[in-house]
């Protein structure tokens, strides 16, 4: 059984409401609560036998709830940093080499977050290649880059913004841009 993280220590960042932040975490918490509810069910069927229809679709709901509940995880926790990424950083660098210039790679990633449409945003690592990406991701469970790793995630669906900016989308992003918790996302590209 997984459990919801606490993200109140977010709560007073700049450029997010409390009430957008609070709003926010229930959809979260239904996430988890949803992942864990899908999982009983698929083992439920399993144990039976019962591996038809029923199972085929609870396996298909089971990639939305879990990448929900992890891509909000992941976006909860690249914010609340207050300082920008330091240029002298293996993270700044890096970034600078794929996209020619941090400014470009910025650029472009809030231009992707900009477009119409509900999803994702995501800074992706390629563990095979060493190269990095930015990706729309419209569904939870569709488009995501197989084999590499989120490194930065920003959410763009209307619950992550409509409260406080309407169809502001843009200010959105800034206030966004203003919240990321660099160290956290330099953190993402260590790992292995």
């Known amino acids: 059984m997984y459990e919801a993280n606490n993200y109140d220590h977010l709560i007073g960042m700049e450029g997010f409401s409390e009430t957008l932040l609070r709003n926010h975490f229930t959809l979260y918490q239904g996430y988890v609560t949803n992942t864990n509810k899908v999982a009983e069910t698929l083992a439920a069927l399993a144990r039976e036998g019962r591996f038809g229809p029923d199972y085929a679709e609870m396996r298909r709901r089971y990639a939305w709830e879990w990448n929900g509940m992890r891509l909000h995880e992941m976006y909860f926790n690249n914010l609340g940093g207050k300082t920008p990424l330091d240029p002298s950083s293996d993270a700044y660098r890096l970034i600078a080499q794929n996209f020619g210039t941090f400014e ?3 650029k472009e990633f809030q231009a992707i977050g900009a477009m119409r449409g509900i999803g994702w945003v995501i800074l992706y690592h390629d563990r095979c290649g060493g190269r990095l990406f930015n990706q729309w991701v419209n569904e939870h469970d569709a ?3 197989a084999g590499a790793r ?7 669906f209307e619950h992550a913004f409509m409260t406080d900016y309407g169809l502001k989308r843009a200010d959105y992003i800034q206030a966004f841009w203003r919240n990321i918790h660099w160290q956290k996302v330099a953190d993402r590209l260590k790992k292995e």
């Open 104 to 106: 470009t790679w910025q």
């Open 143 to 145: 488009g995501h880059l």
């Open 150 to 156: 989120p490194i930065l995630v920003m959410d763009v």
